[in-house]
């Protein structure tokens, strides 16, 4: 889709109410469904991070969504495909600011090029014990990324029209931090099989964009 039709459509988002756990009972697998129900999330005092979904046009106007695959490291989410973002740090106002911040330090965007259109709806990570809120944003004139050596070991430039192709979701079978061998709801893009919080978030992205485009 041409960004510039995209931009204007994708507005519509901003006065939608949020799909929320709905969405994310989609992509999520139904032990960790039955986990939350009987664990008391605030008595865990989870960490708090923010990420942002970011939309640009590519060289040709077409719709691209970015996603990182992170780099192998000593940690639950090592070598996983995510959105940018991370950890709130003290000098953040707020968890829109740390998720701007966090894409700048991960692929170079400036915070200023970015438009805030929606802050979607919060998500627990039980490996991590970090409650994440994302955020959807547009990049209207993106430069070049600029990757985080450290941390991302690769861009993941997913076109619009994959995302939203159904035949894209898919289910495999997964170890996961509370369960061996299970089936796991996932997206298959670009080649890598995006499961977990981040298809679950992306779950609700899609929903809210079927809404209005």
Not at 10 to 34: C, D, F, Y
Not at 115 to 137: A, C, T, W
Not at 149 to 172: G, H, M, T, W
């Amino acid at each position: 889709m041409d960004f510039n039709e995209f931009y204007h459509q994708a507005l519509k988002i901003k006065n939608l109410p949020l799909p929320g756990e709905e969405s994310h009972h989609k992509m999520s697998p139904l032990m960790r469904v039955q986990w939350l129900k009987s664990n008391d999330i605030k008595k865990r005092n989870p960490k708090q991070a923010a990420v942002m979904a970011l939309f640009y046009p590519d060289a040709k106007q077409s719709t691209n969504m970015l996603l990182i695959l992170r780099k192998a490291y000593e940690g639950v989410h090592s070598n996983q495909i995510g959105f940018p973002g991370g950890k709130v740090e003290d000098g953040d106002a707020n968890l829109k600011e740390t998720a701007l911040r966090e894409t700048f330090e991960e692929v170079g965007v400036p915070p200023e090029s970015v438009e805030v259109i929606k802050e979607l709806s919060e998500l627990y990570i039980p490996p991590s014990n970090f409650m994440v809120r994302p955020f959807l944003g547009f990049y209207t004139k993106p430069s070049p990324f600029i990757i985080q050596q450290s941390e991302v070991e690769a861009l993941v430039e997913v076109n619009l029209y994959d995302f939203l192709d159904k035949k894209n979701r898919i289910e495999e079978t997964l170890s996961t931090s509370y369960a061996k061998s299970i089936n796991v709801p996932a997206y298959k893009l670009n080649g890598y099989t995006v499961w977990g919080a981040t298809a679950m978030m992306l779950s609700e992205i899609q929903q809210l964009l079927e809404e209005v485009l």
